[in-house]
C-alpha cells in the first residue's frame, strides 16, 4: 500500500519547508518515495537540494499539441503514460516529479483526465508518495490524485492562519478527493505564541500535530540559499519534525 501525504495551507507558511524535513523520514529504510512538486512556482527542488531536468508540464504541452498529429489508432493514453515515465526526475534517494506551469492558455481538460489514470497507477511503485502544493485547493478540484492519507495543514500559527487550517478542513469534507485524515502543523512558532497556538488548536477542535519552531539554522541556510532536506540534527525544526514524523509512523 502506498502512503499518499499531502502538504497544503496559505502561502509563505512553510508548506515546501516542511515537506523537505519530512523526505528524510520517509527515505530511511530503502522506500521507494516519490516526491510531487505540485506548486507552478517549482520551489521543493531547491529545498531538496537537487536539479531536474523535465516538468510534467512540459509533457502535458506536448500532448496537447501533438494529439491531432498522433495516427487514429494510437493509444493517447500510452503515450502520455510513457512521457510522464519520461517526466520524473531520478535522484539517488528518491523520485521527484515536478508539475511546472502550464505555458499556453489552451485547455489541460482532455490531458488531465489521462493523467487522473495514470497517476493512479502510478503512485502505486512507491512505497510514500508526498505533494508538496500550492496555497490553496484547486489541485485538489482537478483531482489528480484521487486519493489522500495524510492531509497536513500547515499554518503560521496566528488566530487567522487556525482558521484557514479549519476552512481548509470543510472544504475537504466537499471534495471528491478522499482524505482519511487531516492535521495542522503549526510553523515559525516562538515562545511567545506556543500557548495561543495550542489553545487555537483546541478551541477549533483541530489535530495539531506538532509546532515548528522557528529555526536560525533555516534562516541562515535561505540566506545563503542552501536546501534544508540536510539540515543537521541540532536544527529546532528538525528536532519537532523527528517527532511529527514519529507520530505519523513514518
Ligand atoms: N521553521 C522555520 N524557521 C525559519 N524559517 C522558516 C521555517 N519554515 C519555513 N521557513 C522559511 O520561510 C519561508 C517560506 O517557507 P516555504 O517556502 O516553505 O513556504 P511555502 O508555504 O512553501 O510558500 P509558498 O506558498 O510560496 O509555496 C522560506 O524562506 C523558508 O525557508
Ligand atoms: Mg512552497
Request: net charge negative; with cysteine.
Given at each position: 500500500m502506498t502512503r499518499i501525504i499531502a502538504v497544503t495551507g496559505k502561502g509563505g507558511t512553510g508548506k515546501t519547508a516542511i515537506t523537505a524535513m519530512l523526505m528524510r523520514h520517509l527515505v530511511k529504510d530503502d522506500n521507494l518515495v516519490l516526491a510531487v512538486d505540485a506548486d507552478p512556482d517549482t520551489n521543493l527542488p531547491d529545498a531538496l537540494g537537487c536539479e531536474i531536468d523535465h516538468t510534467l508540464g512540459e509533457m502535458r504541452e506536448f500532448m496537447l499539441n501533438e494529439r491531432d498529429n498522433f495516427p487514429p489508432d494510437s493509444n493517447k493514453e500510452s503515450v502520455l503514460e510513457s512521457k510522464v515515465y519520461e517526466a520524473i526526475n531520478e535522484m539517488d534517494d528518491y523520485d521527484l516529479l515536478v508539475m511546472g506551469?502550464?505555458?499556453?492558455?489552451?485547455?489541460y481538460c482532455y490531458v488531465n483526465n489521462l493523467l487522473r489514470g495514470i497517476m493512479t497507477r502510478l503512485v502505486t511503485n512507491y512505497d510514500a508518495v508526498i505533494i508538496d502544493t500550492e496555497a490553496g485547493l484547486e489541485h485538489f478540484s482537478r483531482?489528480?490524485?484521487?486519493?489522500?492519507?495524510d492531509l497536513i495543514v500547515v499554518t503560521d500559527g496566528s488566530k487567522r492562519g487556525m482558521q484557514t487550517g479549519e476552512r481548509i478542513r470543510q472544504l475537504v469534507g466537499e471534495l471528491e478527493t478522499k482524505v482519511k485524515n487531516v492535521y495542522v502543523v503549526a510553523n515559525k512558532v516562538t515562545e511567545s505564541n506556543r500557548e495561543l497556538i495550542e489553545q487555537n488548536a483546541k478551541d477549533l477542535d483541530l489535530r495539531l500535530l506538532g509546532a515548528v519552531p522557528v529555526d536560525k539554522i533555516i534562516e541562515e541556510r535561505d540566506l545563503k540559499g542552501l536546501p534544508l532536506f540536510d539540515l543537521p540534527d541540532e536544527s529546532v525544526a528538525i528536532k519537532e519534525i523527528n517527532n511529527i514524523a514519529n507520530d505519523l509512523n513514518l
Open positions: 506551469r502550464p505555458e499556453g492558455p489552451g485547455c483531482k489528480l490524485i484521487p486519493e489522500i492519507d
